[in-house]
């Protein structure tokens, strides 16, 4: 007989609010077309030895863990860190429920539909699918172990567009609909590198008396943004978030920094300067980002649920 079982979690886009959903801004999150699967086979040995595999197939990460060590939250060698992060992640999950430790062991395999580096939630899809597979709470998974705001576990449970808010830290889900008419008209670019966010951190962090009108707009815009459904209006909108952010964080917007001379908008997704950008133009772009070297390019159907 197969015991074995699997779970799925959608990957995410934050595309309002990135940094300011921490205090309470409404942001619009999309799940994405991509994310993770988690495979759980029973073995005999009380141990789990785990494989992680990229979109591609290719092995990226594989390691064996004896029950001691989660349930002792053991802290292996610094050259390990993913090791590290997969113990404390499977440690706070024993914390939930400690039976899943009780008795026989785990053959577990992990598989991205999309290439790690792309940034859509290799972190947060693991923790949803533990959450599934151990029937705990995939939010307070995360706030026990990588924190954040949680809009990643809610796009990674979600097959539509949401509204995410945190109201007096608890997690506020929304299910809207977005689907743009000039959808054609929106393409995802990814920027081949992860930002060092620390800089734009401390900025945003050294701020926080003065980030509540600031949190307003921003609300303010995602919920324009839902309603409305003409480009002109959204383009302002995205330019508007674009420079909001930018004073806050004091840092230049991704199309001064890299893209000046484009017709059409470009916004920031998350941790700015790294990851995807949104860009919304009149005519398809390809053909400007390959030329500077950027070779990824997703229509918005082909990365948005």
Same mark, same amino acid.
């Given at each position: 007989?197969?015991?074995?079982?699997?779970?799925?979690?959608?990957?995410?886009? @934050? #595309?309002?609010?990135?940094?300011?959903? !921490?205090?309470?801004?409404?942001?619009?999150? %999309?799940?994405?077309? &991509? +994310?993770? $699967?988690?495979?759980?086979?029973?073995?005999?040995?009380?141990?789990?030895?785990?494989?992680?595999?990229?979109?591609?197939?290719?092995?990226?990460?594989?390691?064996?863990?004896?029950?001691?060590?989660?349930?002792?939250?053991?802290?292996?060698?610094?050259?390990?860190?993913?090791?590290?992060?997969?113990?404390?992640?499977?440690?706070?999950?024993?914390?939930?429920?400690?039976?899943?430790?009780?008795?026989?062991?785990?053959?577990?395999?992990?598989?991205?539909?999309?290439?790690?580096?792309?940034?859509?939630?290799?972190?947060?899809? @693991? #923790?949803?699918?533990?959450?599934?597979? !151990?029937?705990?709470?995939?939010?307070?998974? %995360?706030?026990?172990? &990588? +924190?954040? $705001?949680?809009?990643?576990?809610?796009?990674?449970?979600?097959?539509?567009?949401?509204?995410?808010?945190?109201?007096?830290?608890?997690?506020?889900?929304?299910?809207?609909?977005?689907?743009?008419?000039?959808?054609?008209?929106?393409?995802?670019?990814?920027?081949?590198?992860?930002?060092?966010?620390?800089?734009?951190?401390?900025?945003?962090?050294?701020?926080?008396?003065?980030?509540?009108?600031?949190?307003?707009?921003?609300?303010?815009?995602?919920?324009?943004?839902?309603?409305?459904?003409?480009?002109?209006?959204?383009?302002?909108? @995205?330019?508007?978030?674009?420079?909001?952010?930018?004073?806050?964080?004091?840092?230049?917007?991704?199309?001064?920094?890299?893209?000046?001379?484009?017709?059409?908008?470009?916004?920031?997704?998350?941790?700015?300067?790294?990851?995807?950008?949104?860009?919304?133009?009149?005519?398809?772009?390809?053909?400007?980002?390959?030329?500077?070297?950027?070779?990824?390019?997703?229509?918005?159907?082909?990365?948005?649920?």
């Amino acid at each position: 007989m197969d015991n074995k079982q699997s779970f799925y979690s959608n990957g995410k886009l @934050l #595309i309002t609010g990135e940094y300011v959903v !921490l205090n309470g801004a409404r942001a619009l999150a %999309l799940p994405t077309k &991509f +994310g993770q $699967s988690l495979h759980i086979s029973p073995i005999e040995q009380q141990q789990i030895t785990w494989q992680s595999f990229d979109h591609d197939g290719s092995p990226w990460f594989a390691t064996e863990l004896h029950f001691n060590d989660i349930i002792a939250n053991t802290d292996f060698e610094e050259e390990d860190p993913i090791k590290n992060t997969l113990v404390e992640i499977l440690h706070q999950a024993y914390k939930q429920n400690p039976n899943f430790l009780a008795a026989n062991g785990f053959a577990i395999q992990t598989e991205l539909t999309f290439p790690r580096n792309w940034g859509l939630g290799t972190s947060s899809t @693991l #923790i949803n699918n533990i959450a599934q597979w !151990l029937q705990i709470d995939a939010f307070q998974l %995360l706030r026990e172990s &990588f +924190g954040g $705001s949680g809009y990643d576990i809610a796009c990674a449970q979600n097959d539509t567009a949401i509204i995410y808010q945190l109201e007096n830290e608890l997690p506020k889900v929304e299910p809207v609909l977005f689907s743009p008419r000039f959808k054609d008209n929106l393409y995802f670019v990814y920027l081949n590198k992860k930002q060092n966010s620390r800089h734009a951190i401390q900025n945003y962090m050294n701020k926080q008396q003065f980030l509540k009108p600031e949190t307003s707009k921003i609300s303010a815009i995602t919920d324009e943004l839902i309603a409305v459904n003409q480009l002109e209006i959204t383009n302002h909108l @995205l330019e508007k978030h674009e420079i909001i952010l930018s004073n806050i964080l004091e840092l230049e917007t991704v199309k001064e920094r890299l893209f000046p001379d484009f017709k059409g908008t470009i916004k920031s997704l998350g941790a700015w300067g790294g990851d995807f950008v949104l860009v919304l133009a009149e005519s398809d772009p390809t053909s400007y980002f390959k030329n500077k070297g950027y070779e990824t390019i997703l229509k918005y159907e082909e990365m948005i649920i």
